[in-house]
């Protein structure tokens, strides 16, 4: 792949890359939390307008000890995934799971299985860098022309585009439900699927 110079998603009105980083200002709690809710309220949203939106988002809350309890979420049912290791509060080092990440893409796998309409995945990160945690799946659900939105930390952002090229782009946070529905209408035709602005769903939610 060719890395991508000065990516931009509305400058040409040529078709957008099915690949969708959001990338933080910095990592920070509080860039990780706007950029978890963007990415719940948008799922929430596609969901009630009948699209069938499969993947993993990210839960941030405290274990009993005091640290950072991270679980991946699946979009489509209760399930959820622990990714992080409760190694208490002091601790200053990676918490992040790798087994928990991997337990994690069999839902991204089934989502396309099952040929859902768009994908969510909680971060290109540190392991997606190093090229494993959700890389094979991202990369399978772009051969199959399904959409994919994920999250990035400014650190990581030169490994998406060298490893996405010229099927990915990306756009800073903070944006807005109705900047990611622009780019996943543009992808996808789908008339019979509702705007999610439109108010209540027609037709099966996930």
């Not at 929430?44 to 009993?64: D, K, M, S």
């Not at 002091?90 to 299985?113: E, F, I, K, M, N």
């Not at 990915?168 to 946070?173: F, K, R, S, V, Y």
């Amino acid at each position: 792949h060719t890395m991508m110079s000065n990516p931009s998603l509305f400058s040409e009105p040529t078709t957008p890359a099915r690949l969708l980083a959001l990338v933080q200002p910095e990592h920070s709690t509080a860039a990780d939390a706007a950029a978890d809710a963007l990415q719940a309220a948008w799922v929430l949203a596609l969901q009630q307008a009948g699209w069938q939106v499969g993947g993993v988002r990210q839960h941030v809350t405290t274990w009993p000890g005091g640290g950072k309890r991270m679980q991946l979420l699946d979009v489509r049912s209760p399930q959820f995934f622990e990714i992080s290791q409760d190694l208490g509060p002091a601790t200053a080092g990676c918490r992040l799971d790798p087994a928990g990440v991997v337990d994690a893409s069999s839902v991204l796998r089934q989502a396309h299985a099952d040929g859902v309409d768009v994908v969510v995945t909680n971060r290109f990160g540190r392991l997606e860098a190093e090229g494993s945690g959700f890389v094979a799946e991202i990369a399978a659900l772009a051969e199959a022309g399904i959409p994919v939105l994920t999250i990035v930390a400014p650190q990581y952002l030169s490994a998406w585009r060298a490893l996405t090229g010229e099927l990915g782009q990306d756009l800073p946070l903070p944006q807005s439900v109705q900047t990611l529905n622009a780019w996943l209408y543009r992808l996808q035709a789908a008339p019979k699927k509702q705007d999610p602005a439109q108010g209540p769903a027609r037709g099966a939610a996930a």
